[in-house]
């Protein structure tokens, strides 16, 4: 391609070269990013047309919002595309985390056992669950804990899974992403055969599964293959990059239920609850996503190519088949960790002037760095990276609202570690 207008934002001759070289050899792999987006488009379009999804249901309602016809059908809508009997999608759910807690408390009752198979669940759900010491956590409240930890080679340990489940067992937590980890993220078919191990010993155990970026990365979602709910943050791929605020659970009806209770009030349910002026967001964003997923994915796969073949390890590796969009590449030292971060901040459509530095964040243990410079703060389906400064100073990569403007990133990041000679072309 005309490299003359990547010269204009500061990428190299070297750099645009090395790339093209990289790219030349992935077009096979994006069409088959693209034959899922197909899938996936369609499964979506089906839905919002087989629930008369209707110009009324963009305009929202204030106070109370009792027969909010936008906020009740984009539910509707959720349920039909996760093929579950129901869904809560609200702005009120106001993170990842949230979605998670609610639909945790919402099922687990004092002296019910909470297990996790999948070793350590994110960050985050450390102090919803109680594992570091929290008010009002599941802990406080008489909930206990379990977790089975992978195999070394990443696989799941049935064994001692079988081992973990007793008579308190009442929800399994299945995390779908890698988080900030270098395990691998699951399929849905490997999900679902540990979900068949689990419910063959203990049938009426609740299956939830954290669903956050994985949603479009396959054309199955893990409540295809025997999940009772699956959660994830609007601000991550079910919300295309258009949605403010916002997470879903889509899952049994007698689940749903009961997370509606939980969110707004027991006996109040999901009458309640004003979708304000976001409908219209939810519902583009959700009929994008499959797209601007597909663009996220192929920013990642370009990325543990182009990285792999400058020697640093990268997970997933440049050929491994993907579950979300995570992409985490080992740099080796924190002025790399940085140099890249300045990377993608330079990317940015916005603060792309700022530089992101390292700093100490309440609850971990180790300086954090951030690069982000997104329409909707902290959206992480807008392209970001971050990471916390520690062996092997590996940064997390994601997202990129276009492919076009992933592969300017990854570009970007590449020029200012060439800049500061912290590799060679
Ligand atoms: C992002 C994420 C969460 C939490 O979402 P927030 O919106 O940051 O609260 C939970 N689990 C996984 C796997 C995530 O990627």
Same mark, same amino acid.
């Given at each position: 391609?005309?490299?003359?207008?990547?010269?204009?934002?500061?990428?190299?001759?070297?750099?645009?070269?090395?790339?093209?070289?990289?790219?030349?050899?992935?077009?096979?792999?994006?069409?088959?990013?693209?034959?899922?987006?197909?899938?996936?488009?369609?499964?979506v379009l089906h839905a919002?047309?087989?629930?008369?999804?209707?110009?009324?249901?963009?305009?929202?309602?204030?106070?109370?919002?009792?027969?909010?016809?936008?906020?009740?059908?984009?539910?509707?809508?959720?349920?039909?595309?996760?093929?579950?009997?129901?869904?809560?999608?609200?702005?009120?759910?106001?993170?990842?985390?949230?979605?998670?807690?609610?639909?945790?408390?919402?099922?687990?009752?004092?002296?019910?056992?909470?297990?996790?198979?999948?070793?350590?669940?994110?960050?985050?759900?450390?102090?919803?669950?109680?594992?570091?010491k929290s008010p009002c956590?599941?802990?406080?409240?008489?909930?206990?804990?379990?977790?089975?930890?992978?195999?070394?080679?990443?696989?799941?340990?049935?064994?001692?899974?079988?081992?973990?489940?007793?008579?308190?067992?009442?929800?399994?937590?299945?995390?779908?992403?890698?988080?900030?980890?270098?395990?691998?993220?699951?399929?849905?078919?490997?999900?679902?055969?540990? =979900?068949?191990?689990?419910?063959? #010993?203990?049938?009426? &155990? @609740?299956?939830?599964?954290?669903?956050?970026? +994985?949603?479009?990365? *396959?054309?199955?979602?893990?409540?295809?293959?025997?999940?009772?709910?699956?959660?994830?943050?609007?601000?991550?791929?079910?919300?295309?990059?258009?949605?403010?605020?916002?997470?879903?659970?889509?899952?049994?009806?007698?689940?749903?239920?009961?997370?509606?209770?939980?969110?707004?009030?027991?006996?109040?349910?999901?009458?309640?609850?004003?979708?304000?002026?976001?409908?219209?967001?939810?519902?583009?964003?959700?009929?994008?996503?499959?797209?601007?997923?597909?663009?996220?994915?192929?920013?990642?796969?370009?990325?543990?190519?182009?990285?792999?073949?400058?020697?640093?390890r990268c997970v997933p590796?440049?050929?491994?088949?993907?579950?979300?969009?995570?992409?985490?590449?080992?740099?080796?030292?924190?002025?790399?960790?940085?140099?890249?971060?300045?990377? =993608?901040?330079?990317?940015?459509? #916005?603060?792309?002037? &700022? @530089?992101?530095?390292?700093?100490?964040?309440? +609850?971990?243990?180790? *300086?954090?760095?951030?690069?982000?410079?997104?329409?909707?703060?902290?959206?992480?389906?807008?392209?970001?990276?971050?990471?916390?400064?520690?062996?092997?100073?590996?940064?997390?990569?994601?997202?990129?609202?276009?492919?076009?403007?992933?592969?300017?990133?990854?570009?970007?990041?590449?020029?200012?570690?060439?800049?500061?000679?912290?590799?060679?072309?």
């Amino acid at each position: 391609m005309d490299n003359s207008i990547y010269a204009l934002l500061g990428i190299s001759e070297k750099v645009c070269a090395l790339g093209e070289k990289v790219l030349s050899g992935l077009w096979e792999r994006f069409l088959q990013i693209d034959e899922i987006a197909a899938f996936n488009q369609a499964k979506v379009l089906h839905a919002m047309q087989k629930n008369r999804v209707s110009a009324e249901c963009l305009s929202g309602t204030p106070g109370y919002g009792h027969d909010d016809k936008g906020r009740d059908t984009l539910e509707k809508v959720y349920a039909d595309v996760f093929h579950t009997e129901a869904a809560l999608v609200r702005p009120a759910l106001t993170c990842g985390t949230h979605a998670l807690a609610t639909a945790l408390s919402a099922i687990l009752l004092p002296g019910d056992e909470l297990l996790s198979p999948v070793g350590k669940p994110y960050d985050t759900l450390e102090e919803v669950i109680g594992i570091r010491k929290s008010p009002c956590s599941l802990a406080e409240y008489g909930v206990s804990y379990r977790q089975v930890d992978l195999l070394p080679d990443g696989g799941f340990d049935y064994d001692n899974i079988a081992k973990a489940i007793n008579e308190k067992t009442k929800l399994v937590t299945i995390q779908r992403s890698k988080g900030y980890q270098m395990r691998p993220s699951f399929s849905v078919g490997s999900i679902g055969e540990l =979900i068949a191990f689990v419910k063959n #010993i203990k049938p009426e &155990v @609740t299956v939830m599964v954290d669903n956050c970026y +994985g949603e479009f990365t *396959e054309k199955l979602e893990p409540s295809d293959v025997g999940a009772d709910m699956v959660v994830g943050s609007l601000i991550k791929n079910p919300g295309g990059g258009l949605a403010p605020i916002g997470g879903y659970i889509a899952g049994k009806q007698k689940c749903i239920d009961r997370c509606h209770y939980r969110l707004t009030a027991p006996g109040i349910g999901q009458d309640v609850g004003a979708s304000l002026s976001v409908m219209v967001n939810l519902y583009q964003g959700f009929f994008l996503s499959p797209n601007v997923t597909a663009g996220a994915l192929k920013g990642a796969i370009f990325a543990a190519n182009l990285y792999e073949s400058l020697g640093f390890r990268c997970v997933p590796d440049a050929n491994e088949s993907r579950h979300d969009i995570i992409q985490s590449i080992e740099l080796g030292s924190r002025e790399r960790m940085e140099a890249f971060c300045l990377g =993608i901040q330079s990317a940015a459509p #916005i603060d792309s002037f &700022v @530089t992101p530095v390292p700093y100490p964040i309440p +609850g971990y243990s180790d *300086e954090v760095i951030m690069a982000a410079g997104a329409f909707v703060q902290g959206s992480s389906i807008e392209l970001s990276a971050d990471g916390p400064i520690k062996e092997p100073y590996a940064i997390y990569f994601q997202g990129g609202l276009t492919w076009h403007h992933a592969k300017i990133g990854i570009l970007m990041s590449l020029q200012k570690l060439y800049e500061r000679g912290l590799i060679s072309l």
